[in-house]
Every structure is written in structure tokens, then in C-alpha cells.
């Protein structure tokens, strides 16, 4: 069964720094498009940064000079360096992939369980 599994979280003041990582695991045929989403309370969630396979990124405007996204295609892991917090970065922050498998070698859509980032002010 494929997983995606996150850490890095956690609370920082404003200015700060924190790295996310997520690493997909199981039987695994291969691992294309890794993002990073995230959801506020009381709002949808929301695109922050994603990569693919081969390294072209994508982020949304409002992270775009602090937060830099990155992936190890050998561990299958995608990383996020979040520089500059600012408190409207608090969310909960998701792993996305989309991952063949071994049992089905279907391209498919996976999310991780969420892990909580909190900036104060």
C-alpha cells in the first residue's frame, strides 16, 4: 500500500524558518508530480508549491521568493524550505504525488495526512 508520510512541522515567530519533507513509501513502480498544499481554517485548500519528476517547479505568488521545493527522486521524497514565515502561512500543509504502483500500475492521486505549521506574530 502506497503512503505518504510528512514531518517538519511546527510552530515558529514570524521570520522564521521551517523545512517540510514527505516521503512516499510501499510498492512503488514510480513517482511523478510532488506538491505541497495547504488549508487554513475557514478556507480552501490551496496550492503552494509542486515539482516534477525532471525538477520544473511551480509556485503561487504568495510564496514565491521564500519558499523553495525540492525532491530526491531516489528516496522518493519531495522537500519544502519555508523561509520568511509570515502568520497567513498558518495551515495545515499536504503532500500530494501522483504514483504508479506496483499492484494496480495505474497512475494515481495520493495525499498525506497533513502536517500543521503555525507562524505567530
Known amino acids: 500500500q502506497v503512503q505518504l508520510v510528512e514531518s517538519g512541522g511546527g510552530l515558529v515567530q514570524a521570520g522564521g524558518s521551517l523545512r517540510l519533507s514527505c516521503a512516499a513509501s510501499?510498492?512503488?513502480?514510480?513517482?511523478?508530480?510532488m506538491g505541497w498544499y495547504r488549508q487554513a481554517p475557514g478556507k480552501q485548500r490551496e496550492l503552494v508549491a509542486r515539482?516534477?519528476?525532471?525538477?520544473?517547479?511551480y509556485y503561487a505568488d504568495s510564496v514565491k521568493g521564500r519558499f523553495t521545493i525540492s525532491r530526491d527522486n531516489a528516496k522518493n521524497t519531495v522537500y519544502m524550505q519555508m523561509n520568511s514565515l509570515k502568520p497567513e502561512d498558518t495551515a495545515v500543509y499536504y503532500c500530494n504525488a501522483d504514483i504508479v504502483a506496483t499492484i494496480n500500475k495505474r497512475l494515481e492521486n495520493y495525499w498525506g495526512q497533513g502536517t500543521q505549521v503555525t507562524v505567530s506574530s
Open positions: 515539482i516534477s519528476r525532471g525538477g520544473t517547479t
Open positions: 510501499g510498492s512503488i513502480v514510480g513517482v511523478n508530480t
